[in-house]
């Protein structure tokens, strides 16, 4: 029998494949938890033209990413904390380095900024920046007691 994948089936494909399966497996299993199908003329054109569309918003994104990055491309943030001989009371989290970026027009998601270690000290760090699997980007940040 044949059948397109309604989503990602382990061993089986991915979202949108056609394949042959045997006739019981598809009608007890696939169908039945909406896993799969009936592939015909009409759902195989209607899978084609989503994953043509999704293939675009994927190329658009990642265009939006790469101006983003070159936006970032030796940024150097400043955030002023309170602290006494150097140590900050508490410390700078991902939330401020949100914050301080939202301040200079750049809209970078808190689960982005990956800080490697806490940075409970005055003074200048890096900060590696996650936009997607592939595309990341380091800034400077420096802190400055209050």
Do not use: C, H, W
């Amino acid at each position: 029998m044949k059948i397109i994948l309604l989503q990602d089936v382990k061993s089986l494909g991915k979202k949108g494949d056609v394949k042959e399966v045997a006739q019981g497996y598809a009608e007890n299993f696939l169908l039945p938890k909406k896993l799969a199908g009936i592939a015909t003329e009409s759902t195989i054109k209607i899978f084609q033209s989503q994953k043509e569309k999704e293939q675009k918003n994927k190329i658009a994104e990642t265009a939006r990413l790469k101006d983003l990055v070159s936006a970032l491309k030796n940024k150097k943030i400043i955030i002023e904390a309170k602290e006494r001989k150097g140590k900050l009371f508490g410390s700078i989290t991902a939330k401020n380095i949100e914050e301080a970026l939202k301040k200079e027009d750049l809209s970078i998601p808190e689960n982005s900024i990956i800080i490697k270690q806490a940075i409970k000290k005055v003074g200048e760090y890096e900060i590696e920046i996650k936009l997607s699997e592939e595309i990341r980007e380091k800034i400077k940040l420096e802190v400055k007691g209050v």
